[in-house]
Structures are given as structure tokens and as C-alpha cells.
């Protein structure tokens, strides 16, 4: 028992320490802390996270618990201008990168691994999709525009929904259940994330009156807060993407005061969100870290067989491939060369993959080493992302400083290569007379 409480405080100081070093060297918590997890876990045995373990059976109410927590604290801490503009272009990114990648990883371990062609679509409906709790916590210390940092959170609130609902129509088609309509399909999609947005911005606007009215100032975040549970259990209950309403219910209430300025409302008679945003940064912390150290834990050694690793890099080089085609095709003109640089490399799993990884062994479909692939896919994303921020992120990002070096490397070997070329071409007989001239001068030196 003693241990546990030594390991809580510990994780809170790594957390710490992981946020200094991320700042001053751009390499994202979120490796930081799954690899202490994977330490404490797994390598050392401090924690038995294993199969079957309370640890391992308690991934739902993790997972959805930190989503809730870091969808609110995304949509607070967004202008709403930014996120409204995004939408349209986001949606349709998402849709494309995640249709590219089913196919390509299907067709991919048809022709490697095999596989029939809707066992290696279910693998690719399974890691399609961006984690929303990692993705907002590396894109607010990438260095890119609010725009660009907008973009991606939409992007990864929809494709933990989307990569279900795939992976689900994939596992209809493989048991042969029922016909699917595909137009049927989208209808739902739109419905879904239409009904998340009213329930949100509804009960946003409801929650702003109340406090308005009652003057409910006191434990006033913590009220706000279990409101955040609250809209997203109700979300999910009436058949709308809950994390989607959670998200709008921030976003709402983090740009109230601007709300009511555009319908002409006196803002300063709406409460402030500062103190709001000032507790939400503390609980984000808390529940980031612990979050991301316990996803350590789940991992396996036993995972990373060499065969996997190689086909886990495939299908990485997939999703970041698709990635690319999207950029080319919707990004190009519209973000800039830094941001969508990121934007590309920004294709980390999680959650969701993590979930799926499963769904062959409860739908008893024997795909073999089907789970540790997605494990590995996570792994390969994250790296991939903390590299892209690396590389592309800032104001002054490193493959600029690298660029600049090999200019200035090329520029002085081009001056030395011509100072060598005008040598070489002076004849023997201005050569000689330089050397003797040289000499003389030498000479008078001396007797100086």
C-alpha cells in the first residue's frame, strides 16, 4: 500500500520534470511518461498491469475519464473564431486520411501478411484515427499557429468516433450480419456530431445563465466540472459523440464573454472563465500525467517481436503517407509550410487503437498478431509526432538551423574550391616569381 503512494508522488514529479524538459527540448511529455509507465510497470513489476489485473480492467473509466477532462480543458483554452473556421476543412481531412488509410493498410496486409482484405481493414479502421488526449497535449507546445492547433483537436475528437464506427461496419461485413447503407452511415455520422454540438452549446449557454442569475460563485469549477460529466453522459445517452459536446461545452463557456459581446450582451455581466481556465490547467496536469503513465503500463515487451516491429513500421509509414496526400490535397494553400509540416507528422494513437486492439478476440476472429501491431503503431505514431515537433515546430524549428549549416558548409567549399581552381590555373614561371618574391621578403624580415 505504502508503495502506491510513493509512486503517485513520484508520477506527479515526473510529470513535472517531463513538462521542463519538453520546453527546452521539444520532446513531448507524452513519451516521457509512457516510458516511465513501461518502466514501472512491465520492465520492473513495481505495478501489475497485466491481463486480468484491477489495473488493466479499469482502462474504460481511465480512458473516458481523462478524454472528458481534456476535451473540456481543449475547447476552454480555443477562440471560438479559430474553431468554427476549422471545422469544414477538418472534417473532410479527417474523412479522406482515415478512408486512404483502411484501404492502403488492408491492401497492404493482403499482399505481406495474407490477410484477407477486411481483416487488414479492420487493422486499418483500428489505428485510422488520432488520439484526442495526445493530440491536444502535444499541439499546444508544437509551435504552430492557433489555427493549425484548432484544426488538429477537431480533427481527433472525430476520429475516436469514426474509427469505432469503421471498425464496427468492418467486423458487419466479416460476419456477414447485416447490409450496410453507406449513405444511412454518414447520415449518423452528421446526426451524431450535429446532436453533441446543440447538447453542449445548450447546456454552456443554460449553465452561463444560472450563474448569472444565482450568482454561484463559490466552488464554482468544481460545479462546472461535474456539468462537464454530466453533458457528456447525456451526449452519449442520446446517441451523439460525447467527447464532440464536451469539447463545444468548453469552447462555449472559454469564449463566453465574447459570445455575448457579438449578440450585443453587456460581457462584463458574464462571469469571467480566467478562474476556470487557472483550476482546469492544474486538474489538466494531473490527469495528463497519470493518464500517459498508466497507457505505459498496458504495454508488453513480449509485443515487439522483430516481425512485428517491421510490420508495424509499414503500416506507420502508411498513415503517415495518407497524412501527406491530404495535406496535398486540402492544405497546400490554405496553412502554412511549418504548420502543415506538423499537421502531418501529428497522427499519434491511442485511446481508441488501444480499445480496438481487442475486438478480433471478442468477436472470436483469429487474426494473428493483430494486437500487437495497433501496440506497436502506438508506439511508432507517438515517436513519429515528438519528431515531426522536433523537426518542424517554433518559430526557429531545427531542420531551419540545419538547412542554414549546410548553406554556409556549401558556400565555403565552393570559396575554397575556386581559390584552388585560380591557383592551379597561374602558370609555373608567376608561381616561381611569387615564391621568390615571398622569399626576398622573408629575407628582409630577418635582417630587421
Known sequence: MIEYFFVIGLTLFIGFIANIISDKTKITTVLILMTFGFFLGPVFGVIDA??????????????????????????MMMEVGNVISQIPRSALFTFLVFIITTVFVALFCMLVLS????????????????????????????????????????????????????????????TDSITID?????????????????IGAVLAILWIVLVRRFQIYKYNYMLTLGLAFVVYAAAEYLGANGGFAVFIFGLTLGNARNIAAYFNINAETIFSPLTLKKFQEEVTFFVRTFFFVYAGLLFSPQYFTPFVILITIGVSLIMLFSRKIGDMLLLKKTMEKGDRNVMVAMMPRGLAAAV????????GLNIP?????????????????????????????????????????????????????????????ETAEEGTEENKEKEKKEKS
Open 182 to 198: 453507406m449513405g444511412g452511415v454518414g447520415h449518423v455520422l452528421l446526426s451524431m456530431f450535429i446532436l453533441a454540438a446543440f
Open 50 to 75: 497485466s491481463p486480468g489485473s484491477s489495473i488493466a480492467e479499469i482502462l474504460p473509466f481511465v480512458a473516458v475519464l481523462t478524454l472528458i477532462i481534456l476535451l473540456f480543458d481543449g475547447g
Open 369 to 429: 498478431e493483430f494486437q500487437p501491431i495497433v501496440f506497436g503503431v502506438i508506439i511508432i505514431s507517438n515517436v513519429i509526432a515528438t519528431a515531426g515537433i522536433f523537426l518542424f515546430g517554433g518559430e526557429d524549428p531545427l531542420w531551419y538551423k540545419i538547412a542554414k549549416r549546410l548553406d554556409k558548409t556549401i558556400i565555403f567549399l565552393k570559396k575554397e574550391l575556386d581559390a584552388g581552381k585560380q591557383t592551379s590555373e597561374k602558370n609555373p614561371e
Open 356 to 363: 480496438l486492439a481487442s475486438f478480433p478476440v471478442l468477436y
Open 115 to 174: 490477410w484477407p482484405f477486411f481483416h487488414g481493414a479492420l487493422l486499418g479502421a483500428a489505428v485510422g484515427g488520432t488520439s484526442s488526449a495526445i493530440v491536444i497535449a502535444m499541439a499546444e507546445k508544437a509551435g504552430i499557429t492557433k489555427p493549425a492547433v484548432a484544426f488538429l483537436t477537431v480533427e481527433s475528437t472525430i476520429t475516436d468516433a469514426l474509427c469505432i464506427i469503421g471498425a464496427m461496419l468492418v467486423l458487419q461485413f466479416i
